[in-house]
């Protein structure tokens, strides 16, 4: 990361303790996440914070089908 070797560590470390935290916290065993929301669901794909495959499938077919349910509209603010 442009030569800086030892902030490259520090911010791989941060990023998998985030990572680990996220889970820790609000993911559930088969990969339901606590708010189970689509816009949760999204972001845990998105930005990788589901370690497992089967965690990622789930939280993949959970999104499709609070889209579906919600006649694939989906909200970005609070419920």
């Known amino acids: ?22 889970n820790d916290e609000y993911v559930t065993a088969n990969g339901r996440i606590i708010s189970d929301s689509a816009t949760v669901y999204s972001m845990a794909l ?15 077919k959970r999104l499709a089908a609070l889209a579906r349910e919600s006649g694939y509209r989906i909200s970005f603010s609070p419920a």
């Open 46 to 60: 998105e930005f990788a914070l589901l370690p497992q495959a089967s965690q990622r499938e789930y939280a993949g």
């Open 1 to 22: 990361m442009l030569g800086k070797k030892e902030e490259e560590t520090h911010y791989k470390k941060l990023a998998e303790e985030v990572h680990q935290d996220f």
